[in-house]
């Protein structure tokens, strides 16, 4: 069952802000490790100088710092996240000084219309249910310019069934307390590149990596 928002925020800010990067670190070890493997998800993604750039659910911001590396010190980077405890272990991580972390909701994001020329999501709307999806993918869509980029990292479903059983093993999908499971088998049955679409982006593609665990999901504006 989903936790309820409250549950959600007391749970982020005061246990798993405390091991998250260690059970990231577990999760991504099996794709050649953490940076790796978001090297590796961020492969299909042209940058170009001189971009806003929003990491819109950034966590702990592991991927808002190798975004900051791919896009380059002309641009302008932020990290939000719901969670204040994932912020505050964010803030203290090493890495670019000039990434902005802010504590802001992704279904009503602090920022005016067209702002930003990207907007990434990486990992975390497989913990939403299909309402609150639609609302943050309606909400990157208005922050975003004319022809600006949303960007997303996920989980996929493998078409091969060993890998699945693989992947679902690592992944702790099978613990009947992991909250995750009834929403990203939500998002996964409805489909990402559906999603993006029904939020009204356009050109919107999809490619996989390893073997279909993961996919980075593109739509423009």
């Known amino acids: 069952m989903p936790l309820d928002r409250k549950t959600y925020r007391w749970f982020y800010d005061h ?6 990067n260690l059970l990231v670190k577990w999760c991504f070890l099996p794709a050649g490790g953490e940076a790796t493997c ?40 932020a990290g939000m996240d719901l969670s204040a405890g994932q912020i505050g272990a964010a803030g203290r991580h090493p890495g670019r000084a000039d990434i902005r972390f802010l504590v802001g909701d992704a279904a009503h994001a602090p920022f005016r219309d067209r702002c930003f020329d990207r907007v990434f999501i ?15 993918l309606a909400e990157a869509r208005r922050i975003l310019n004319d022809g600006g980029t ?4 996920e989980q996929d479903t493998p078409p091969n069934l ?13 613990l009947p307390f992991n909250f995750e499971t009834p929403t990203r088998r939500d998002m ?22 390893y073997h279909g665990a993961f996919q980075t999901v593109q739509g423009v504006k």
């Open 38 to 77: 978001r090297e590796t998800l961020l492969a299909p993604v042209e940058f170009a100088p001189d971009e806003r750039i929003l990491d819109m659910c950034c966590g702990t911001g592991g991927a808002t710092r190798v975004i900051s590396e791919k896009a380059g010190k002309e641009g302008w980077i």
């Open 122 to 136: 990486p990992h975390a709307l497989h913990e939403m249910p299909r309402e609150s999806r639609l609302r943050v």
């Open 162 to 174: 060993f890998v699945r059983l693989l992947v679902g093993l690592w992944a702790f999908y099978w």
């Open 15 to 20: 246990i798993h802000s405390r091991y998250y």
């Open 188 to 209: 996964l049955k409805h489909g990402l590149t559906n999603e993006v679409t029904e939020a009204g982006f356009k050109q919107v593609t999809k490619t996989s990596a």
């Open 150 to 153: 949303l960007i997303i990292l």
